[in-house]
């Protein structure tokens, strides 16, 4: 039983590679003007977890994926305030930062832009890192927010 | 290898293999501009990547000046690996209050909303619009564009570009191969 499951287990991981290969880039067939776009967000949301009033949250860091193969494009970043009903918290208490930013920054409702690279080879990985602080005397529950990457070219 | 391990590769190789590809999406360069009289109507195409291997859904919204006179789809189904171009048309009626100038401009989004929890992260692409209404001076605006000379390519539905496409069929076809495995396998402990 354990060799048949041995030889069956090998046949599938030999064929493996040529599956994947299968499933990669198909040649270009028409170039058009430039795209940009996010293709992955890792992890796909936030989670601070449990905080207490007057506490601040660790690190969270986020990989955006993003293509840019467009001159000028924008990316920018802006979020909704926490949402309890029906207690909110301010969209600045979560704070971020990137490369480019040398301290964490209040997060805000109106887009804050973040100057892209013209990337031509492919997707690039731009980390974010955020925090979130939990003003004294805020009322108990459980909150949300929503966070919207925007790119513009 | 037991039962539980099989399930539990499948499981992790479906996971692997099905979920990054939720988020994305792109869009092609350039401004939507078009010339439209007053009394008359004009159109652009607005293309639309999606770049993963499964069919997403994107909501469509105007903003900005040229907001009020745009029409198109409010939610539109990209499937993976594709352009398609959103057909806006843009109408000048009769009564357009010529103070307005003879240049208009906004931005339309196209919105992926994210996973639900405690933060949900959402993408979301702004193209630049411009209205030009012919024999009309341009008056100040409050809504600005990006300086964008590049204009939006027109081309049929369809094309394929040069970004990757992804066929799921074979992960597919391999994680059912797993699966099938773990059932040959239960059976025959039997």
């Not at chain 2, 360069?29 to 009394?39: C, D, E, F, H, K």
Request: glycine share 10%.
């Amino acid at each position: 039983m354990k060799v048949r499951l041995i030889a069956i287990l090998t046949a599938v991981i030999s064929v493996m590679p040529l599956a994947l290969a299968d499933a990669g880039d198909l040649p270009a067939l028409v170039q058009v003007g430039g795209v940009c776009g996010i293709s992955a967000f890792d992890p796909t949301g936030l989670n601070f977890g449990i905080i207490a009033p007057g506490a601040t949250s660790p690190e969270k860091s986020v990989a955006v994926t993003y293509t840019n193969d467009a001159e000028g494009a924008i990316m920018n970043i802006q979020g909704t305030e926490w949402t309890s009903e029906p207690n909110t918290m301010p969209v600045g208490q979560t704070t971020w930062r990137w490369d480019m930013l040398a301290s964490f920054t209040g997060l805000t409702s109106t887009a804050t832009d973040i100057e892209l690279a013209l990337e031509t080879d492919g997707e690039n990985i731009q980390p974010f890192q955020f925090k979130l602080s939990v003003p004294d005397g805020q009322p108990g529950g459980a909150y949300a927010q929503v966070i919207t990457y925007t790119i513009d070219c | 290898m037991n039962r539980s391990t099989l399930s539990l590769l499948a499981f992790s190789m479906f996971m692997l293999t099905n979920f990054p590809g939720i988020f994305s999406l792109q869009q092609v360069a350039g401004t939507l501009a078009m010339t439209v009289p007053i009394g008359g109507s004009g159109s652009a195409k607005y293309g639309l990547l999606n770049d993963g291997n499964q069919t997403i859904k994107v909501a469509l919204r105007a903003d900005g000046d040229t907001a009020s006179y745009l029409s198109f789809p409010e939610t539109i189904e990209l499937p993976p690996g594709k352009i398609i171009y959103v057909e806006v048309t843009a109408i000048v009626t009769d009564d357009y209050d010529e103070s307005l100038g003879g240049e208009l401009a906004g931005y339309i989004y196209a919105l992926q909303e994210g996973k639900p929890g405690q933060v949900k992260l959402n993408i979301q692409m702004r193209k630049a619009v411009k209205i030009t209404i012919p024999g009309l001076p341009v008056a100040s605006s409050t809504t600005t564009t990006p300086e964008q000379t590049l204009e939006q390519p027109v081309l049929e539905t369809g094309y394929a570009v040069k970004a990757p496409i992804q066929n799921a069929l074979p992960i597919t076809f391999f994680v059912l191969m797993l699966i099938a495995i773990g059932i040959y396998m239960m059976k025959n402990r039997r």
